[in-house]
């Protein structure tokens, strides 16, 4: 199974951040693969291939990492790109929260690391700071500076929030017409 941490988006959000990238889809950018607005989340940690036996190992680490936490408000905020120099291939949307993200994506990391297979850890942290987004679209042919520039400006800050209540592992199976998802497991953050 190829896992990975989210935050979903609830349908109200999805369907803003469709109806803002559609406001500046129509106006001639280089080649671009835009995200299905189902798919659209916060990924906290990408797991990658894991055995499927692994999972409720995986449910046992985590589930307490999210009920430690008080639910938060997310909030949508400025657009960017990767990488953040040179030629782009990825556009979003930031994403902050009124809680500590950055602390629970490190618990999130720590418990998944802590979870031994076979003599090594099911997960190694990122050597890469952890910068919450939403990825929008992936560009086709690498995107110069100058339209990555215009398409922020053109794009905006949604400036749309919403409460977050849970965490997802998902599933995601890959295809020649985009990730699809599955929810595996949920877990509460506490009230």
Do not use: N
């Not at 950018?29 to 499927?52: I, K, N």
């Not at 999130?108 to 890469?128: F, H, K």
């Not at 977050?164 to 295809?175: A, K, P, Q, V």
């Amino acid at each position: 199974m190829r896992l990975f941490l989210a935050i979903d988006l609830p349908a109200s959000v999805r369907s803003s951040l469709e109806a803002c990238r559609r406001g500046v889809s129509e106006q001639g950018w280089p080649a671009t693969r835009w995200v299905r607005p189902e798919t659209l989340h916060v990924t906290l940690v990408f797991l990658g291939d894991v055995d499927p036996a692994l999972v409720p190992q995986i449910d046992r680490a985590v589930e307490p990492v999210f009920a430690s936490r008080q639910v938060m408000t997310g909030r949508l905020g400025s657009a960017g790109a990767f990488p953040l120099r040179g030629k782009v291939r990825v556009l979003w949307v930031g994403f902050e929260t009124d809680g500590d993200l950055d602390d629970l994506h490190r618990d999130l990391e720590s418990s998944l690391a802590a979870i031994d297979v076979v003599g090594a850890p099911l997960y190694e942290p990122e050597a890469r700071p952890f910068q919450p987004h939403v990825t929008l679209a992936r560009c086709r042919t690498p995107w110069l500076r100058a339209d990555v520039d215009r398409w922020i400006d053109a794009f905006g800050d949604p400036g749309l929030s919403f409460p977050i209540r849970r965490g997802t592992l998902f599933e995601s199976h890959l295809s020649s017409s985009g990730p699809r998802y599955r929810a595996v497991s949920t877990y509460s953050l506490s009230r």
